[in-house]
């Protein structure tokens, strides 16, 4: 079955910077839209960023653009989340997510897969 397996978790102060990584198996990994949620404490999980098949094409929310920067690796399966200037209002879990597409409106389109999620934690 598909896995998405996030790792880099951390605490670190105000900006700092951390990455965030996904490996993914058991899918196609370059047929798959791939990106990032977040849920803070009390609130909704939201869209952070995503990336289409190749690479070529990203998406950010508004928050973090400038920030933080989205890649993949499709030798590896794995999706990355570079973040830099690390805010405490980033605080919150970060969940992998896929998509069984090439490209999708992430923002607004449900995932197909979800990751387990990995916890960042941002001190002022």
């Known amino acids: 079955q598909v896995q998405l397996v996030e790792s880099g978790e951390g605490l670190v102060q105000a900006g700092g910077s951390l990455r965030l990584s996904c490996a993914a198996s058991g899918l196609t990994f370059s047929q798959n839209v791939m990106g990032w949620f977040r849920q803070a404490p009390g609130k909704e999980r939201g869209f952070v960023a995503s990336?289409?098949?190749?690479?070529?094409?990203?998406n950010y929310e508004d928050s973090v653009k400038g920030r933080f920067t989205i890649s993949r690796d499709n030798a590896k399966s794995t999706v990355y989340l570079q973040m830099n200037s690390l805010r405490p209002e980033d605080t919150a879990v970060y969940y992998c997510?896929?998509?069984?597409?090439?490209?999708?409106?992430?923002?607004?389109?449900?995932?197909?897969?979800w990751g387990q999620g990995t916890q960042v934690t941002v001190s002022s």
């Open positions: 990336i289409s098949w190749g690479g070529g094409m990203t």
């Open positions: 997510a896929g998509w069984r597409k090439i490209w999708v409106s992430a923002a607004t389109t449900a995932p197909d897969y």
